[in-house]
């Protein structure tokens, strides 16, 4: 099956996948880290897009992100790659390409699924066996959110601030959704739909999407069978 044109609507939250090429690492020290978030938040504001939550890991990155143009994401995710590489490349002294492709994409809908992918983004590192708790990875923006520091790259999503009327309860509350976690189906719809380009929601809210953008945004029902794929994830 030949995979959708990456869809952006502005206004949504999209999460987003970028992957290493050959699952290789996409950072060889601190610094690496540190400037492709400074990269993230230069490009976020020209291009005028929100992220409400990341994970920068060994070999990808997720974003939580929502666009206020039709062209901002993509804008910003093109600016972003470029000059990553060449910082890469530069430090590393090679050449040559680091992303496995162009970036992976699924608008969300929101009051259904936000609040999951951000917590489906700050357990990356969990999931991984590379820390017990989300709060002890530096390189996320769970610490903003419970409160231990300050991250100028995160704008928070309305959903967020409805968490409680104060600070303290909002924190409180997301580290409790946080270590709650999220179920194992759940998880694989957020990882799926990205990887597919399929929008993830409700029934009635992918059909108004449909016909919003005139396009099929979801797997068509088979005419027959659909037996499982070989080596499939």
């Not at 974003?63 to 994401?73: H, I, N, R, V």
């Not at 983004?121 to 390189?139: E, K, Q, S, T």
């Not at 069978?225 to 994830?233: F, L, N, S, Y």
């Amino acid at each position: 099956m030949a995979r959708l044109p990456r869809l952006t609507v502005p206004g949504y939250p999209h999460h987003v996948i970028q992957r290493g090429n050959n699952r290789q690492a996409i950072f060889a020290s601190p610094a690496d880290y540190r400037y492709l978030l400074d990269l993230l938040q230069d490009n976020a504001g020209k291009f005028d897009v929100a992220i409400h939550a990341y994970v920068l890991m060994s070999n990808h990155f997720h974003l939580l992100a929502t666009p206020a143009t039709e062209e901002g994401l993509s804008k910003m995710m093109q600016a972003v790659g470029r000059r990553y590489v060449r910082h890469f490349n530069d430090h590393q002294k090679r050449s040559g390409t680091l992303w496995e492709g162009r970036y992976k994409s699924t608008l969300i809908q929101t009051d259904r699924y936000l609040l999951a992918c951000m917590a489906y983004i700050d357990l990356n590192p969990v999931r991984a066996g590379m820390v017990a708790d989300a709060a002890a990875y530096p390189w996320s923006s769970h610490g903003h959110y419970i409160g231990s520091r300050t991250d100028p790259l995160v704008t928070p999503h309305a959903l967020y601030w409805e968490l409680g009327n104060t600070p303290f309860a909002r924190e409180a509350a997301y580290t409790e959704l946080v270590r709650a976690g999220i179920a194992p189906a759940q998880q694989a719809q957020l990882t799926q739909a990205t990887l597919r380009g399929w929008a993830l929601g409700e029934g009635d809210f992918v059909s108004e999407l449909e016909k919003r953008t005139n396009r099929r945004l979801q797997r068509q029902k088979a005419g027959r069978p659909i037996m499982p794929e070989a080596g499939g994830k």
